[in-house]
């Protein structure tokens, strides 16, 4: 018998009771409400809805003592300040019609959730209208009374969590809330650039975003140089393109200027941030088989379209969304950050050179005499002859080759020697190149390799027994909707009986591939994100394994010709910035970086 199973009396009946009003709010606070970065948010979009072109935000120990957002947007009369407190009462929609919705809230449950849990005191005056404030306390509301108020609102929230005590015990360190909270402001600022942000933590301005100006395209550009940096503009390539009512703007980062997490990926719909597996995960899916393990690209992407297409109604934060063709903005995402990722050709970030010259270390000034030290006439002399000189166990593995032809003037510039049989040293008209011969040129073939799959197709070898996939019959119906893809890239299924799939054929180089495990991995991938590359990714990975046997090998000496050769395919092939694992191939030292180093420049 099963000691937890529950006792039962004969006598016993469910009784069911009608919440009172503080309780429901209560539970409504803890879906909305999740820590003070959830107020800020609410509050500032509810800002942002308004109108406002300036809001200003100043917290305490982190938001538990104090949130107070102002702003100059519309206001409020008087007579709505009670009714703003209510559930369910809002400006943004008439309930007509749940799916066209353009502001940031529409629920109405914000402002009676934070009451509920919170000293809530709202001070607001609309043009042409007198001040009033009202304040609630624990879900207490007080009544309306006049106050002085310039026009637009201020929202001031005190003791948060006071009347759910236990929810403060979730709470994590002040410095970690203010962390939050100013992510939260800073996310709602990357996509508004014609309104101003500022938040101020225990009375020190930690962020401010002043209003930008100028057309559209360069005040986004200006606002995400100044919360993203300067590094990832400069080593971002735009984004614009459009599908099926779908428009897609924006910016993604060079695969050489990848994160170690998902930190630096900003996603809006129609302007709203969201953290969305199916947009998360086309945005994986762009950066296929340019990024090395565990890295995670930067973007700052937009999309936009009709609010009919995209419900925004599926979490009670807003964070998530729903597409009604799913596919369409998957498949748009994806393609434009191919093409762009193709686009950017042999571009690598100019942080891989930051980088380098960060690693150069200038050696310390030497006494003028050193008698442990062979000199320089011996070292001379014992280079000339190609001899070992005492102090040096063997002489430097480089090489100088005269060119004939002078291309300095080539995006990579001119070969001029190659060290250690494996980097390429070229000139350009103001620095230098260093260059990866074997990661550059199993770049080159792995390219080829992909052209030739994509224009004959990827061969498939049929199965002398078919494989016999058991799964449930809605699994079986979701994968053989996707017959004709897996077709184009060699496996072949076809129903067998009620819950099940034969596989026919397989990829010709994935002659050993476990099918049963690929379809099972590939419907866990339609669950999760709504789509799958597992298939395309292992096909590449193939491809990737023979590029790096059929690539020139580290230790090879080139001649000057070759070398140049390289450099010049580089320039025209796609994505050769990087290696298929994702390293950089070539790196860039600026002339005056290098006069730096050597003292020759302030």
């Not at 879906?31 to 072109?53: H, I, T, Y």
């Not at 100044?226 to 897609?248: C, E, K, Q, S």
């Not at 077709?487 to 049963?516: C, K, S, Y």
Request: a negative charge; aromatic letters at 4%.
């Amino acid at each position: 018998m099963n000691s937890h199973a529950p006792k039962i009396r004969p006598d016993a009946r469910t009784v069911i009771r009608q919440l009172d009003e503080a309780t429901a709010n209560r539970i409504a606070a803890g879906e909305v409400v999740e820590r003070p970065a959830s107020a800020v948010k609410e509050l500032v979009e509810n800002a942002l809805d308004a109108g406002a072109v300036r809001i200003q935000v100043a917290i305490e120990e982190g938001g538990k003592r104090l949130i107070r957002v102002t702003d100059d947007g519309c206001g409020m009369v008087p007579e709505d300040l009670p009714l703003a407190l209510s559930r369910h009462a809002t400006s943004k929609i008439d309930g007509s019609d749940l799916l066209a919705i353009t502001s940031f809230g529409f629920r109405g449950e914000a402002l009676p959730s934070l009451g509920a849990v919170g000293r809530l005191t709202i001070t607001s005056r609309a043009q042409g209208a007198e001040g009033a404030a009202i304040a609630v306390t624990g879900g207490r509301i007080d009544p309306a009374r006049p106050a002085a108020a310039n026009c637009g609102t201020v929202v001031e929230l005190r003791d948060l969590f006071f009347a759910t005590p236990a929810r403060l015990k979730f709470l994590r360190t002040e410095r970690a809330e203010t962390q939050a909270v100013a992510e939260v402001l800073r996310r709602l600022a990357m996509a508004e650039p014609y309104v101003g942000f500022s938040l101020t933590a225990d009375g020190r301005e930690i962020f401010r975003a002043d209003a930008e100006q100028g057309d559209l395209f360069g005040a986004m550009t200006t606002r995400l140089t100044r919360l993203m940096g300067a590094d990832f503009i400069d080593n971002a390539v735009p984004m614009d393109a459009d599908r099926d009512g779908i428009t897609l703007t924006g910016f993604a980062a060079l695969p050489t200027y990848s994160r170690g997490a998902a930190v630096a990926q900003h996603l809006f719909v129609n302007g709203r941030p969201v953290r969305d597996k199916l947009l998360t995960g086309a945005l994986r899916a762009g950066y296929m088989d340019v990024l090395a393990p565990g890295r995670h690209p930067a973007a700052v992407l937009f999309l936009e379209c009709d609010p009919q297409m995209v419900d925004v109604n599926v979490h009670p934060a807003k964070a998530e969304v729903r597409f009604r063709d799913p596919q369409a903005a998957r498949g748009l995402l994806v393609s434009a950050l191919r093409h762009a990722m193709a686009g950017a050709g042999h571009r690598a970030s100019s942080t891989v050179g930051d980088a380098t010259l960060a690693a150069v270390q200038v050696e310390p000034a030497r006494p003028a005499w050193q008698p442990d030290r062979p000199s320089g006439a011996a070292i001379r002399a014992g280079l000339a002859l190609q001899m070992p000189v005492e102090g040096f166990a063997e002489a430097p593995s480089a090489r100088y080759e005269q060119v004939i032809d002078d291309e300095t003037d080539a995006p990579l510039g001119a070969a001029r020697a190659q060290i250690h049989e494996n980097y390429i040293i070229a000139q350009t008209p103001d620095g230098l190149v260093i260059v990866d011969q074997h990661a550059a040129h199993e770049r080159l073939v792995y390219e080829r390799l992909k052209a030739q799959a994509r224009a004959s197709g990827i061969p498939a070898q049929a199965l002398l027994i078919p494989e016999i996939v058991e799964l449930p019959p809605a699994d079986a119906d979701r994968i053989l909707a996707l017959a004709g893809d897996l077709a184009a890239l060699g496996l072949v299924i076809e129903p067998f009986g009620p819950g099940a799939v034969a596989i026919r054929e397989v990829p010709a180089m994935l002659a050993r591939l476990d099918g049963g495990a690929l379809i099972r991995d590939i419907l866990d991938d339609l669950a999760d994100q709504g789509a799958s590359d597992r298939l395309q990714a292992r096909i590449d990975a193939v491809l990737s394994s023979m590029a790096c046997h059929g690539s020139v090998r580290s230790g090879r000496r080139m001649t000057a010709e070759e070398m140049n050769a390289l450099l010049r395919e580089m320039e025209r092939t796609p994505k050769s910035g990087q290696c298929n694992h994702g390293r950089p191939t070539w790196v860039k030292l600026a002339l005056s970086d290098i006069e730096r180093l050597f003292g020759r420049r302030d």
